[in-house]
């Protein structure tokens, strides 16, 4: 049922070919976390304007957008984009593409060895190996931004990697940690997620 899809080109100018392999796509990237039973916000992402205006976007000066990297499992973080863009569809449109940019950006630019287990745009999500989340990641490279745009995806500040620390830890024992991350974490952590973001 969900491979279902109306034969003439829709609103967004794509052919029912085009959007048929861009469901295909989908689909193949959602099945490597079927957990999060991904699959089912396929049609929803298609069907979204901003999500397709997202799509196009660039990465930095890569030449990839996450159209790109979600037609391709072989990417290390593909297969957690249709969870990120599930979330951005509970956000609102003009804050959408700016998360998803910076999220991006973050995960694809660093290319350390070991680095592919993180690069993976669900807030929620703990390396293989390390255990470690894109929100230690983000404290450790004092990218207030980013921190800011994961928390307000559901990141947990205290979830702990394989040497038992956190996001907070981390943030608390780096004296170079700017305030701003070191207080929106104290925040989400005492108060849960609901807050306002301040770094737009």
Same mark, same amino acid.
């Given at each position: 049922?969900?491979?279902?899809?109306?034969?003439?080109?829709?609103? %967004?100018?794509?052919?029912?070919?085009?959007?048929?392999?861009?469901? !295909?796509?989908?689909?193949? #990237?959602?099945?490597?976390?079927?957990?999060?039973?991904?699959?089912?916000?396929?049609?929803?992402? +298609?069907?979204?304007?901003?999500?397709?205006?997202?799509?196009?976007?660039?990465?930095?000066?890569? @030449?990839?957008?996450?159209? !790109?990297?979600?037609?391709?499992?072989?990417?290390?973080?593909?297969?957690?984009?249709?969870? +990120?863009?599930?979330?951005?569809?509970?956000?609102?449109?003009?804050?959408?593409?700016?998360?998803?940019?910076?999220? +991006?950006?973050?995960?694809?630019?660093?290319s350390t060895p070991g680095?592919?287990?993180?690069?993976?745009? $669900? $807030?929620?999500?703990? @390396?293989?190996? &390390?255990?470690? &989340?894109?929100? %230690?990641?983000?404290?450790?490279?004092?990218? &207030?931004? *980013?921190?800011?745009?994961?928390? %307000?995806?559901?990141? !947990?500040?205290?979830?702990?990697?394989?040497? @038992?620390?956190?996001?907070?830890? *981390?943030? %608390?024992?780096?004296?170079?940690?700017?305030?701003?991350? +070191? #207080?929106?974490?104290?925040?989400?952590?005492?108060?849960?997620?609901?807050?306002?973001l301040v770094s737009e």
């Amino acid at each position: 049922r969900l491979l279902q899809l109306d034969l003439h080109q829709n609103a %967004h100018g794509m052919t029912s070919t085009q959007r048929q392999r861009l469901l !295909d796509n989908l689909l193949d #990237a959602s099945r490597f976390h079927s957990e999060f039973g991904l699959a089912g916000v396929a049609l929803q992402l +298609i069907d979204d304007p901003d999500f397709l205006a997202l799509g196009r976007l660039p990465v930095g000066n890569t @030449g990839y957008n996450a159209l !790109d990297v979600s037609s391709n499992p072989a990417h290390p973080w593909a297969a957690a984009l249709p969870e +990120i863009f599930a979330q951005m569809l509970q956000r609102s449109s003009e804050r959408r593409v700016s998360e998803m940019d910076a999220i +991006i950006r973050f995960l694809h630019e660093d290319s350390t060895p070991g680095w592919s287990e993180l690069r993976v745009a $669900a $807030a929620r999500f703990t @390396g293989a190996a &390390t255990q470690c &989340t894109p929100l %230690h990641e983000a404290v450790r490279s004092h990218d &207030t931004y *980013v921190v800011h745009r994961l928390l %307000h995806l559901g990141a !947990d500040p205290y979830a702990q990697d394989s040497t @038992g620390e956190s996001p907070l830890s *981390v943030a %608390h024992s780096d004296v170079c940690c700017p305030a701003p991350v +070191i #207080a929106a974490l104290e925040f989400v952590a005492t108060e849960g997620p609901q807050f306002s973001l301040v770094s737009e």
